[in-house]
């Protein structure tokens, strides 16, 4: 029916299988309280600007990934999707990664009906960065950066 024979069709079943066990499904994406929400943006927040690896490795899941959105030749960022605690906490940790963004000033508001981080220089939206929480709302399992002016007109 799939156009594969039976012992491939058992070795896919099989690498699925691995995964799912690795990484139950609904982990991520699960909305967790406001106030629990915005305490763990205000610890991101104040991570993230001192560069504090410890800090951000507790609030990172161990399959935490991050995917960035820039805006081509008009704003550079991180160009492939990071997956892993190791890689994510060495990009928002790095003293020159993401270092124009520290500099801008961040605020907590509604985006996608959930709060999350909004970016801005002298008033104009420059970035925004959204969090999916794991299921218990005590980490960070993604990590979003919307950095496209054309993305941003309606923030």
């Known amino acids: 029916m799939v156009g594969k024979t039976e012992s491939n069709c058992r070795q896919i079943f099989s690498r699925v299988k691995r ?3 690795a990484d139950p499904a609904g982990e991520a994406m699960s909305p967790a309280p406001e ?3 915005t305490g763990m943006l205000q ?7 001192a560069h504090d690896v410890s800090g ?4 990172l899941t161990e399959q ?5 959105d820039g805006g081509g030749r008009e704003v550079h960022t991180i ?3 990071m997956a892993g605690r190791k890689g994510v906490l060495a990009l928002l ?3 020159r990664v993401l270092a124009r963004m520290r500099s801008w000033t961040s605020s907590i508001e509604l985006i996608n009906g959930e709060a999350n981080l909004v970016y801005r220089d002298q008033g104009e939206v420059k970035a925004v960065l959204c ?4 299921r218990s709302g005590e980490q960070i399992q993604s990590v979003y950066l919307i950095m496209g002016p054309e993305k941003l007109g309606h923030v």
Not at 56 to 59: D, P, S, V
Not at 131 to 134: N, R
Request: zero cysteines; glycine letters at 0%.
């Open 19 to 21: 995964t799912l066990q």
């Open 79 to 81: 160009l492939r999707p």
């Open 56 to 59: 951000m490795l507790a609030l």
């Open 64 to 68: 935490a990934v991050l995917v960035a």
């Open 43 to 49: 610890r991101f927040t104040a991570a993230f600007a």
């Open 35 to 37: 106030q629990v929400r």
């Open 93 to 95: 940790t790095s003293r």
């Open 131 to 134: 969090l999916a929480l794991s």
